[in-house]
């Protein structure tokens, strides 16, 4: 089935297509993935960054477990049904995402560029592509009217693995992850 | 002196009918409306009304294609065909895309989880949980630092219930929940949905929308009580024109083969019509309104009536003196008071329904057997008219001859038929769902739980109705009874709950919130902003935003928000000034939760737990079980006063229709899985017309005239009622298939009973 829409996707894009499919080359998307991140968030209207740091580990296709651990301590964790919000060991909210567009949309986004999940962005996104050697950049543009009310773009950059995601919202706030000291388990 | 009884007969007819036309008769069909008046306090009445209104008004078409754009497209164009209709009137997706609640109520309005946490003390967790959300990468709901660093509104929001399946796309509902892309369009009907003009209107329109799908593929699914009820009518129109044309003709050819002649016809609905029509005038300046199921069967059990005109007309064919001999008004006097206390009985039930009923079939038979005694004689003209003797003859041969042997085979045989039967009805039991009441057929059903499903509408028809003298104590009192739902919802046994002051909390409520908050915000809103560097001016600026937005939501302001508006129908305000507001649960109801509810509703004033499916099921039980009282009441009683005329001979009267009952009761039981209140409804039709049977018979010692008479009332009555068992409406099926088999047996066993005997006919 996968197959099938991949082959879809080559003849109906097929410029896009070719570069796609370096990246695939060029991009390792493992089983599981986990190491460390910094993260620094914008906020235009009080004209403030935040910082914060924490691990992340992920399992395709299973969970994304996103642990803040400062400033403080906060644990988001994904799946492909629920966004589950954990702090000091203790479920504070606990969010079903089939109930709730919004939350799928989030989940999908989350899941999507964590992991590199190409044909996901698809449904959502515009994608360009530039690689260069054995790096590779990917810029997003919100191809669905209502992740345009929020995302201006997203861009993506790395090697073999996810190295930096830049997320550009429509009211001046900026997100910037970094993502160190990656570990892989298992290759698709 | 004849001419004259039949001109005051005459005048009384016009008389009371006319008085009765002045008054208007207005009709009534609510199910509810045939519960005893004590049963219900009159807040739930007017609480079921208005729900199922609320229900009623709506049409939902769900249109699904592989193709996001197609279904689009499709969705585009089936908007434009319904457009032009007066009668529907879009719900548009711009009230869903406002937000649910004005935010300058975020201090006082407060989520269910936030509420929770700041009443426990929690302030140091919502502060944290804020902070969590700032943190994450890409937040589920946007943070205004200024106005609202808590996230109080971005939660009340995600609480909130229009957080559905369903979001806005470029101007239309598309929704989330479904594997195939698809949108919805919401309608409310101008009009009644039962109204038969609402439905010829929409039908043509409903019936383009299905040919737009079927020609382009697409899937339409609709939903609402306005498809039901046109399938309804629909059926209804098809059965009028083939099982009401069938059974039309077949009594027009029967009564052209017996007399050769249709005058017999016309003295046969004369008097049925004026019965009804008098029946129908006398419950109308009784009662306040006649109930629909009243006219229905009572029309039917005034059909009995038809025996009378048969037996006149076939004891007076080919006299040359029309008139009414001593024996024959006999016979006609005996079967009027078997069938009026018969039907009388169901006027000792404390059912209203069931007493128009005994009113209407009592008055319209007394109106029908006096137009037989007073116009027949004077408009009919007999004297030409004979029975045409291939009939007598055919009568003859068909007619098993009677013997003492044959006589004593048939009475074991009914014996023993109607001991097993009875045997067989004792150990089955009944079925008094509600399937017995409805037309839709499974498919049409399905489409529609399809279409609520996907729009996450699993609401459960149960609900708790909160009655109160005003609006902030009713307020109160349901924040009370949630406290008891939230420990049931934490426990499991409740999936959710919909209730108004989720949205509106009472007064006291919101100023309970707002110093709540105002709490959190002096113990945790400089840590917090310290945690994150924010300037001092931020924090200044938040604390003030807080100070300065202390609003309370009011009842009228909560109306006209898009909430309000969706809640409307659970806000009841009553006509002596209580107000009632509704409860609603969805998704899981354990049988717990559902009796630790009946419980709290028993225990508390003026709250109600209100299960309308259970409700109307245990009416048809309990009209089932005084009916079948009745049915024993009538057969002692009509028994009874027969006896003082035929003493010992009393069991052949009774006998035939007795097992006849009996037996019919046991095949319909058999064929059913069960029986219900409309089999019984029918057994007194199957009493009245086999006593008059036995009666004529007995009264004529078995003249061949008389057999002729029952025979066509009999077959008459089986193309009338009897064809009902062809008919895919529960209720008439369940009619038919007790009279067909009931008056069968009635006509094949009373003649092994009593002796016909043809050497006396005066036709012969």
């Known amino acids: 089935m996968k197959s099938a829409i991949l082959f879809l996707i080559f003849f109906s894009h097929a410029i896009w297509a070719a570069s796609v499919d370096e990246l695939k080359e060029l991009l390792h998307t493992p089983e599981q993935l986990s190491g460390h991140f910094d993260q620094e968030k914008y906020l235009a209207a009080v004209d403030t960054s935040l910082k914060s740091s924490g691990t992340f580990a992920y399992i395709a296709e299973q969970e994304i477990s996103w642990h803040t651990l400062a400033p403080i301590e906060n644990t988001l964790t994904l799946t492909p049904n629920q966004i589950i919000t954990a702090q000091n060991g203790q479920q504070v909210s606990v969010l079903d995402s089939q109930n709730n567009p919004v939350v799928q949309v989030f989940s999908d986004l989350f899941f999507g560029v964590m992991t590199a999940d190409w044909d996901l962005l698809q449904t959502y996104f515009h994608i360009e592509a530039h690689t260069s050697q054995e790096q590779w950049q990917a810029q997003l543009t919100p191809s669905d009217v209502n992740i345009a009310q929020a995302i201006t773009h997203v861009s993506l950059s790395g090697g073999a693995f996810l190295e930096q995601v830049v997320l550009q919202e429509v009211n001046g706030n900026s997100t910037t992850i970094q993502f160190s000291e990656l570990l892989a388990e298992g290759s698709q | 002196m004849r001419k004259v009884a039949a001109f005051i007969w005459l005048v009384i007819v016009l008389g009371i009918c006319s008085i009765a036309w002045l008054k208007g008769p207005s009709f009534e069909s609510s199910i509810m409306a045939l519960l005893p008046q004590s049963e219900q306090s009159p807040y739930s009445a007017a609480a079921m009304q208005s729900q199922s209104d609320a229900m009623g008004q709506l049409l939902t078409l769900m249109i699904l294609h592989p193709e996001v754009d197609k279904a689009r497209t499709a969705t585009l164009n089936i908007q434009s065909i319904l457009a032009d209709s007066p009668i529907l009137l879009e719900q548009s997706p711009e009230h869903l895309q406002q937000q649910s609640l004005n935010p300058k109520f975020r201090f006082s309005v407060l989520s269910d989880q936030v509420k929770r946490r700041l009443e426990n003390g929690q302030w140091q967790q919502q502060s944290d949980i804020a902070l969590g959300q700032l943190f994450n990468p890409v937040a589920s709901a946007p943070v205004d630092l200024k106005a609202d660093p808590f996230g109080l509104y971005g939660s009340f929001l995600q609480d909130s219930v229009l957080s559905s399946n369903i979001k806005t796309q470029q101007g239309l509902f598309r929704l989330s929940s479904t594997p195939q892309p698809a949108f919805v369009l919401f309608y409310r009907l101008s009009e009644n949905a039962f109204s038969l003009s609402t439905q010829s209107q929409l039908a043509p329109l409903l019936q383009q929308v299905k040919d737009y799908a079927s020609a382009n593929q697409v899937t339409v699914k609709m939903s609402g009580l306005v498809i039901h009820a046109s399938y309804g009518a629909n059926q209804a129109k098809q059965e009028i024109s083939t099982i009401g044309v069938g059974s039309v003709l077949g009594i027009i050819l029967l009564i052209l083969a017996a007399f050769r002649s249709l005058k017999p016809l016309f003295y046969t609905l004369v008097p049925i019509s004026v019965g009804a029509m008098v029946a129908l005038a006398i419950t109308t300046l009784i009662f306040p309104s006649v109930h629909l199921i009243t006219f229905a069967f009572g029309a039917g059990l005034v059909g009995v009536a038809v025996d009378y005109s048969m037996h006149y007309v076939c004891a007076q064919s080919g006299q040359t003196e029309n008139r009414l001999t001593k024996s024959l008004f006999v016979s006609l006097l005996l079967g009027l008071i078997s069938s009026v206390l018969a039907y009388a009985g169901l ?18 038979l007394v109106a029908s057997w006096l137009t037989v005694l007073f116009w027949l004689p004077l408009v009919s003209n007999l004297s030409n008219m004979r029975l045409h003797p291939s009939i007598i003859d055919m009568c003859q041969h068909l007619t098993p001859v009677y013997s003492s042997k044959r006589h004593l085979q048939a009475v074991f045989a009914a014996t023993t038929l109607s001991v097993i039967g009875s045997v067989f009805i004792y150990c089955s039991s009944a079925k008094d769902d509600l399937d017995t009441l409805q037309t839709s057929p499974i498919q049409l059903l399905n489409e529609d739980r399809t279409v609520q499903q996907a729009m996450g509408n699993g609401y459960q028809s149960t609900f708790l109705l909160i009655t109160a003298t005003g609006i902030e104590a009713l307020l109160q009192k349901e924040e009370q009874v949630r406290l008891t739902l939230d420990r049931l919802r934490f426990e499991g046994d409740l999936g959710n709950y919909l209730s108004i002051s989720q949205s509106l909390p009472s007064q006291a409520q919101q100023h309970r919130n707002i110093t709540l908050v105002s709490e959190l915000y002096r113990t945790q809103l400089a840590p917090f902003m310290n945690k994150i560097g924010a300037s001092a001016l931020i924090k200044q600026e938040a604390q003030q935003s807080f100070n300065q937005n202390h609003t309370i939501l009011t009842l009228s302001e909560w109306q006209t928000s898009p909430l309000g508006h969706m809640l409307s129908s659970q806000l009841i305000r009553h006509k002596d000034g209580h107000i009632s507001s509704v409860i609603r649960i969805q998704g899981k109801f354990s049988q717990a939760a559902k009796s630790q509810l009946q419980e709290l509703a028993s225990h508390t004033n003026l709250v109600e737990y209100i299960d309308p499916i ?96 029952v025979s066509l009332s ?29 008056l069968l047996f009635v006509w094949l066993l009373t003649p092994f009973i009593q002796p016909i005997s043809y050497g006396e006919s005066r036709n012969a």
């Not at chain 2, 000792?348 to 009113?359: E, H, K, W, Y």
């Not at chain 2, 062809?726 to 298939?737: A, I, Q, R």
């Open chain 2, 347 to 364: 006027a000792l039930t404390p059912f209203p329904g069931l007493r128009q009923i005994a009113l209407f079939a009592s008055i319209g």
């Open chain 2, 614 to 709: 259970a409700d109307i099921s245990d009416t048809l039980a309990r009209y089932r079980t005084q009916l079948t009282m009745c049915l024993v009441i009538a057969y002692l009683v009509v028994s009874s006063v027969l006896l003082l005329r035929y003493r010992k001979q009393l069991w052949q009267i009774i006998l035939p229709p007795l097992s006849a009952s009996i037996m019919a009761f046991a095949i319909a039981t058999l064929l059913n899985g069960g029986y219900n209140l409309f089999n019984i409804v029918a057994l007194m039709l199957v009493f009245g017309i086999g006593l008059d049977m036995g009666i004529f018979i007995k009264e004529s010692h078995g003249a061949a005239h008389t057999w002729v008479a």
């Open chain 2, 714 to 742: 009999t077959i008459t009555s089986l193309l009338a009622f009897g064809l009902l068992v062809l008919s895919e409406t529960p209720v008439l099926y369940h009619f038919g298939v007790i009279v067909l088999p009931g």
